[in-house]
């Protein structure tokens, strides 16, 4: 995956955020980071901005808050944006989980780019091009998921579409990342497990993609060393440190894999789903895990089974296991046993049946996502609803 047919080291590009700190109690360090880079900052939070106070206190330069309840939609990006504009912010700051950062990342774009979110916007939107770099972004994460503050792209959701749509571009990346183990502690168990299993999935997809480097298999590997140990450690405990620090890093180098070698059929799947139904992000990924990964493997045993991703699956069983002779099945099995122990519903749980007369039209959405630019193999339209029977 990473050499070329002549055994040299294939051409690749890698993208990142300008910096990033890492570690126990950076994020003490935000107000001095922010004062120098701009004049004044909006700085999206979640559903309850008190619990960024401590953060926010005695900051050097006026911010003012904007929160995001929920995972954002293109309404939201609007009104984040004029709140900005309004009182003059040359600097976003988001603190929170996936969806916080995703909304500060599309209104740090905004800002710079003028027009509105479809105008940008993937699938539900008219897929403009970003041209300008955003304002200062700082991405300031409070869970251990989706690796965004690292990555460059933002995902909004429409209700009138009942969709969801990314804005993508290396412009978009955050130009400082601080990721602090500590914010993490206050998630539930359950917040906990789906965020994880969303960093763990968002390792195993770039190191089996075709589009894989020696760069993003170093992080993908290091993430799926971290998930396998701090993932059940930190579900048990909330408040072990070290299990929460195995979480922060997984993700972040899940975010750092997924944004320079794409991601595969569960966030193909989980798409699709987030703009349908009512389900956490992380959720439907834990739902699919094990189905996509069962169903792929044998479809590149039948199909191709000279492929590297074989090679890649049973890498990333080892890894999780921890045993150097693990097989891909070894690696279902610790799959599962975590799923079983962290309590995870199935997608049955939220109203998705493969029965239903929806299932066509969500594996055809499935098999058209963008995600799925980073698959091992084309699975098939049987193989796809095959996956969404065994998830429900």
Not at 41 to 62: E, H
């Amino acid at each position: 995956m990473a050499d070329s047919a002549d055994g040299l080291t294939a051409a690749f590009d890698f993208a990142t955020a300008a910096r990033i700190h890492f570690g126990v109690g950076r994020a003490g360090q935000l107000r001095e980071i922010v004062g120098g880079l701009g004049r004044r900052a909006l700085v999206c939070t979640g559903s309850t901005p008190s619990r960024s106070a401590d953060l926010l206190d005695g900051w050097t330069v006026p911010l003012t808050q904007f929160p995001c309840p929920s995972e954002p939609t293109v309404e939201q990006a609007r009104q984040a944006t004029a709140a900005a504009r309004e009182v003059g912010a040359d600097v976003v700051v988001a603190i929170g989980g996936g969806s916080v950062l995703d909304l500060g990342k599309a209104t740090a774009m905004l800002l710079a780019n003028g027009g509105d979110p479809l105008d940008y916007l993937e699938v539900i939107g008219r897929g403009q091009p970003i041209e300008c770099p955003s304002v200062p972004f700082v991405a300031v994460p409070t869970t251990a998921g989706t690796g965004a503050e690292v990555t460059a792209n933002a995902v909004l959701s429409s209700p009138e579409h009942g969709l969801k749509g990314s804005l993508r571009s290396t412009l978009m990346i955050p130009r400082l990342a601080v990721v602090d183990p500590l914010l993490a502690v206050a998630c539930t168990p359950a917040v906990t497990a789906a965020s994880g299993l969303d960093a763990l999935t968002q390792c195993l997809e770039p190191l089996v993609s075709p589009r894989a480097t020696p760069l993003t298999d170093s992080l993908a590997r290091e993430g799926l060393r971290r998930a396998a140990r701090g993932l059940r450690a930190a579900h048990a405990d909330g408040s072990n440190i070290s299990a929460r620090g195995d979480l922060a890093l997984c993700a972040l180098c899940s975010g750092m894999a997924l944004a320079n070698a794409k991601l595969g059929a569960v966030h193909g799947f989980a798409a699709v789903l987030g703009g349908a139904i009512a389900i956490p992000h992380g959720t439907a990924c834990a739902a699919l895990l094990v189905p996509v990964v069962t169903t792929t493997v044998q479809a590149l045993r039948s199909r191709a089974p000279d492929s590297p991703a074989l090679a890649r699956y049973e890498e990333a069983a080892a890894l999780l296991t921890g045993r150097p002779d693990a097989t891909v099945e070894d690696g279902l099995d610790w799959m599962r046993e975590t799923l079983r122990r962290l309590d995870m519903p199935s997608l049955g749980g939220f109203g998705i049946a493969d029965a239903d007369a929806d299932a066509d039209e969500i594996v055809a959405q499935a098999a058209r996502a963008s995600s799925m630019q980073g698959h091992p193999i084309s699975l098939r339209e049987e193989e796809l609803h095959a996956i969404l029977r065994a998830a429900t």
